[in-house]
């Protein structure tokens, strides 16, 4: 099997030590001879690495004579909706989004503003390390481009999925961190839009992250929940680098992690749209299976990672979709993760039901979760997993095998999973008590043990 480049989302390194301009500028080729002479959108996040990385990859599309439409500095999802909007071929963006500082990435459209398939990255792949870029004649080198007002455009968008006047007739009071990212050039403007008072803080754009690290996790939110209670905001959101993810603060001043917005998200469209089918990694919590069976909707489970969950909704045409890590999916708008089309979604909510958000989502059921590790050699983890599955079907278990194993029982589950990136499994407890997440955490782990001991 040849070195993957690609891993959960798009092409990873730190700048000028695994993620160089020249390196850029060959992977571009590669994906420019992929797109074969295709127009092109390119648009990047507000790190630092970003313009020049940009210009690399401009270089390396237009020498294989596909056309470069520049859209600038922009969020993930307003760059996503524009490659569709514009009905272009594809679309690169640079962005790392929540990485630290030093890091940068390269992630690939399609035509659609919905990330290729894990296929057509490996066939990009190929053609980088078999080097059969197709560079073009000298006058067949591909135009350059601009592309203007894609964040207006993406803003309308969003405006036509939401009851704008019920909205408005709110006056609603938010406070938007975007923790130095490229969501400030969206998410405050469609606010005001919708009528609301808008306070912003960390919102001017400095790819060094000056103020908090770029990963909304409620221990980088204590100055936004601060915020929130100071203007006495009915609620705080916070994005990541590229504002493709949002966690919310309640009216209170706190902060709620992605599964309860989402699974609150899910209550309400389930409400209006009963039937319809959820996707979700089987990372996410049962609280999502829990508000599916109450409100007539149904679950479907993915591997871990945001483009399988698009490419799922893509396949079956679901309307929904979820991470437990802030990432919400609206397939109506775009099957991808979005940042401000979720904001969007919270403010629908709170203007149709005219109730607070903390009282709406104390209202869903609680789940306490336990995470753990268990270290283990990469080349024997295969080997591992089929023993752990024999021994749930001799202990006649119900599990599933999407991505590791989910084991599923009466008041709880545990996720085991082998990690893509490091010698590690990772075992995720859920349950209704505490006391039930850490007997399935120590059981899990001594099982492991045993089977890895076996095995080593
Ligand atoms: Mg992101």
Redesign the pocket.
């Known amino acids: 099997m040849q070195r993957r480049l690609f891993g959960t ?1 798009g092409i990873r390194g730190i700048v000028n030590e695994t993620l160089t301009p020249q390196f850029a500028l060959k992977i571009a080729e590669a994906i420019g001879t992929f797109f074969n002479e295709g127009e092109i959108l390119l648009g990047y996040d507000g790190r630092t690495s970003s313009p020049a990385l940009a210009s690399a990859v401009t270089s390396g599309l237009t020498a294989t004579g596909c056309t470069v439409y520049l859209a600038g500095m922009a969020p ?1 999802p307003a760059l996503q909706y524009a490659v569709k909007k514009h009905g272009l071929d594809g679309g690169v963006i640079i ?1 790392a ?2 990485n630290p500082p030093e890091y940068n990435g390269i992630k690939v459209l399609g035509a659609d503003g919905v990330e290729i398939s894990r296929r057509q990255e490996i066939e990009i792949e190929e053609i980088y390390f078999e080097e059969r870029q197709r560079r073009a004649e000298w006058n067949r080198i591909g135009e350059i481009k601009s592309l203007h007002g894609i964040i207006d455009e993406y803003i309308e968008a969003i405006k036509t999925h939401i009851d704008i006047e019920a909205i408005k007739s709110k006056g609603f009071r938010v406070v938007v961190d975007p923790g130095n990212g490229v969501g400030a050039l969206a998410a405050p403007q469609l606010l005001r839009e919708l009528g609301c008072k808008v306070f912003t803080i960390n919102a001017n754009i400095d790819g060094t992250f000056p103020s908090r690290p770029s990963e909304p996790k409620p221990e980088n939110l204590g100055d936004l929940a601060a915020a929130v209670k100071a203007v006495k905001a009915d609620f705080g959101v916070a994005y ?6 949002a966690i919310f603060v309640d009216e209170i001043g706190i902060i709620h992690w992605g599964d309860r917005t989402f699974a609150l998200i899910e209550r309400e469209f389930l409400k209006e749209h009963p039937g319809e089918v959820i996707v979700t990694p089987v990372s996410s919590s049962s609280l999502v299976k829990e508000i599916a069976e109450a409100y007539n909707g149904r679950v479907i489970w993915t591997k871990v990672g945001s483009v399988d969950v698009s490419h799922k909704m893509k396949e079956i045409g679901a309307k929904l979709g979820g991470e437990e890590n802030g ?1 919400v999916f609206y397939g109506p708008h775009q099957p991808v ?1 979005d940042g401000a089309m979720t904001t969007a979604l919270i403010l629908n909510i709170l203007a149709k039901t005219g109730r607070k958000l903390s009282e709406l989502l104390n209202e869903l059921p609680t789940y306490f979760i336990e995470k753990d590790k268990v270290e283990c050699r990469d080349e024997i983890k295969g080997k591992v997993m089929e023993s752990l599955y024999k021994e749930l079907e001799r202990e006649n278990l119900k599990f599933d095998t999407i991505d590791g194993a989910k084991i599923w029982f009466e008041d709880s589950s545990i996720l085991v999973r082998p990690s893509g990136t490091e010698p590690i499994f990772r075992l995720y407890a859920e349950a209704k008590t505490k006391e039930r997440t850490i007997e399935l955490i120590r059981k899990y782990k001594e099982k492991l043990g045993e089977i890895i001991g076996k095995i080593a």
């Open positions: 989302n993930t962005t989004s929540h990541d680098g590229d504002a493709d993810r990432g993760r």
